[in-house]
Nanobody, 120 residues
Framework: QVQLVESGGGLVQTGGSLRLSCAAS????????MGWFRQAPGKEREIVAG????????YYRDYVKGRFTISRDNGKNTVYLQMNSLKPEDTAMYYC?????????????WGQGTQVTVSS
């Protein structure tokens, strides 16, 4: 089992940056693929980025490529999402998730979410 706690959300202007963090409990963090998802009001939750257990492989949704960077520090049991050049359409609740079966799907552990709001 792994428990996840996100932080780093907030209000930012268009073009600004935020870095989200997700701290995980447990000794097996390095066994999990990790991902960041987001859910805007009235929309389904969707994956934004994923990273393999050792950080060697990464996945990005097309609309964040070149703007967002996912990374992890297994020594600190933490995964990050650096978000640059933010747009109003990036406004959403952002969730951290963990998976033992990959890093693009199979997520079954979730954090409580952190709100990101981008003002125009």
């Amino acid at each position: 089992q792994v428990q996840l706690v996100e932080s780093g959300g907030g209000l930012v202007q268009t073009g600004g940056s935020l870095r989200l963090s997700c701290a995980a409990s447990g000794r097996t963090f390095s066994s999990y693929g990790m991902g960041w998802f987001r859910q805007a009001p009235g929309k389904e939750r969707e994956i934004v980025a994923g990273i393999s257990p050792r950080g060697l492989s990464k996945y990005y949704r097309d609309y964040v490529k070149g703007r967002f960077t996912i990374s992890r520090d297994n020594g600190k049991n933490t995964v990050y999402l650096q978000m640059n050049s933010l747009k109003p359409e990036d406004t959403a609740m952002y969730y951290c998730a963990a998976s033992l079966t990959g890093w693009t799907s199979g997520y079954d552990h979730w954090g409580q979410g952190t709100q990101v709001t981008v003002s125009s």
